[in-house]
C-alpha cells in the first residue's frame, strides 16, 4: 500500500487524465478502500485542489481545475519563486523565453490550489520586466545543447567569434553555464590550447556530433565565480588602474564594482578595470572621495587633462566656498 504523500500524488495523477472516476475504479487502482479514497479527496480539497464528485451509478471524481501539467504541490515562498523567475524571462537574455514564460506561468496558474493561485496571479499582475534594450541574444537550442555536453561528458565542437571579430574552431571540454547580468558563458577546458577558457554563448555556433567523451576537471581557481570574477571583472578589461582612497574601505565598499583592499582605519586600495579611463575617472567622482593614483600613469595624465577641462569650463565662476579661485582638483593626484 502507498504511503498517505505518496497515493495523494497518485490520486491528482489519475484525476489529471480528464475523465471521471468511479470511488471503486481509483480504490483499485491505489490498491486501497473506497473509504481511504473519500477521505483521499477531502485531503484534496483540504489543500485547495477542487475535486467534484457525482451521485448515482454514472457518477465519480473529477478534477475541476484545468491541468494539463502535471499538479503542482508548492508552499508560499515556492510559489512566489516560480512567479517571479517566469515573469523575469524577458530579461534573461534568451531569445523567446518572454513568451515560452508566460504560457508557463499560466498553466502553473491552472494546476495551483485557489489560495496560490490567487497570489501568483496578483504578482504576475503587479509586476513589469522593463524590455531590454537591444543586446545579445542566446538560442535555446544552443543552451541545451551545451548543457546535455556538460551532463554527458562529451567535449564540444563549435565554430566562435571573439571580440575582435576574428573566427576560429574550438575543441573544449564544457564544465559550466555562467550567466552574467543578460549575457549567457560557458566556462571550459579548451583541448588545443591547454588552457581555462570562457567563451559568449551568443557568439557559438555547434558543430555535430559532439567530441569524445572526457572526464571532468577540477574547477579553475577552485571555483568557477571566483575564476570569473578574476579573469572578466580585471584580467579581461584593457584599462587598468590601482588608486588609494583616502577613505576607510567600510565607506567604500558596495558602492564600486572593483578589488577593495582596506589599508588601515583611514584608507584602502582599490583596484578598478575598464575599457577607458573616462569610465574610470566617472566612478572616481561618483565616489565622491579624495584619493591617489598609483599607477598607471596614463590614468594620471588623463585625469590631468579632465582637470584642467573642467576648470576652464567653471571659468569665473565663483566657487562654494567664498575662495578667490576655482578649480580645484577633488583629490591629490600622484605623479
Known amino acids: 500500500m502507498l504511503e498517505t504523500s505518496a497515493r495523494l500524488l497518485r490520486l491528482l495523477s489519475l484525476l489529471q487524465t480528464h475523465r471521471d472516476w468511479s470511488g471503486a475504479e481509483l480504490a483499485e487502482r491505489l490498491g486501497v478502500t473506497t473509504r481511504t479514497v473519500r477521505r483521499d479527496v477531502g485531503r484534496l480539497r483540504e489543500l485547495g485542489y477542487p475535486v467534484y464528485a457525482a451521485r448515482g451509478a454514472v457518477g465519480g471524481y473529477r478534477l475541476g481545475a484545468g491541468a494539463s ?6 508552499d508560499d515562498e515556492q510559489a512566489v519563486a516560480v512567479a517571479v523567475g517566469l515573469c523575469t524571462g524577458a530579461t534573461s537574455g534568451v531569445a523567446g523565453l518572454d ?6 506561468l499560466r498553466m502553473v496558474e491552472r ?37 546535455a555536453a556538460i551532463r554527458s561528458a562529451e567535449a564540444l565542437r563549435f565554430d566562435y567569434v571573439d571580440h575582435h571579430g576574428a573566427g576560429s574552431r574550438r575543441e573544449v571540454e564544457p564544465h559550466r553555464l555562467v550567466t552574467w547580468g543578460r549575457r549567457w558563458y560557458l566556462v571550459g577546458w579548451d583541448v588545443v590550447r591547454a588552457d581555462w577558457r570562457t567563451f559568449r554563448v551568443d557568439r557559438i555556433r555547434l558543430r555535430t556530433p559532439n567530441g569524445p567523451r572526457f572526464t571532468h ?12 570574477r578574476r579573469t572578466m571583472g580585471f584580467e579581461m578589461w584593457p584599462h587598468r588602474a590601482r588608486l588609494l582612497l ?5 565607506e567604500v565598499a558596495g558602492r564600486v564594482d572593483g578589488v577593495l583592499t582596506p589599508v588601515d582605519d583611514r584608507s584602502c586600495r582599490l583596484e578598478l578595470a575598464s575599457d577607458s579611463y573616462d569610465i574610470v575617472a566617472l566612478v572616481l567622482g561618483m565616489l565622491d572621495v579624495d584619493f591617489t593614483v598609483e599607477s598607471p600613469p596614463e590614468l594620471a595624465d588623463h585625469l590631468r587633462r579632465l582637470s ?15 575662495s578667490a579661485e576655482g578649480g580645484a582638483v577633488a583629490g591629490p593626484l600622484a605623479g
Open 69 to 74: 501539467v502535471p499538479p503542482l504541490l508548492l
Open 246 to 250: 583616502h577613505a576607510p574601505a567600510s
Open 111 to 147: 494546476v495551483l490550489p485557489s489560495r496560490l493561485r490567487h497570489r501568483i496571479g496578483a504578482l504576475a499582475a503587479a509586476m513589469v520586466a522593463m524590455p531590454p534594450q537591444g543586446g545579445p541574444e542566446v538560442h535555446t537550442g544552443v543552451l541545451t545543447g551545451i548543457s
Open 99 to 104: 513568451e515560452a514564460a508566460l504560457r508557463a
Open 308 to 322: 584642467r577641462r573642467f576648470a576652464e569650463a567653471a571659468g569665473g565662476m565663483r566657487p562654494l566656498d567664498g
Open 217 to 228: 576537471r577540477d574547477p579553475p581557481d577552485g571555483d568557477v565565480t571566483a575564476y570569473l
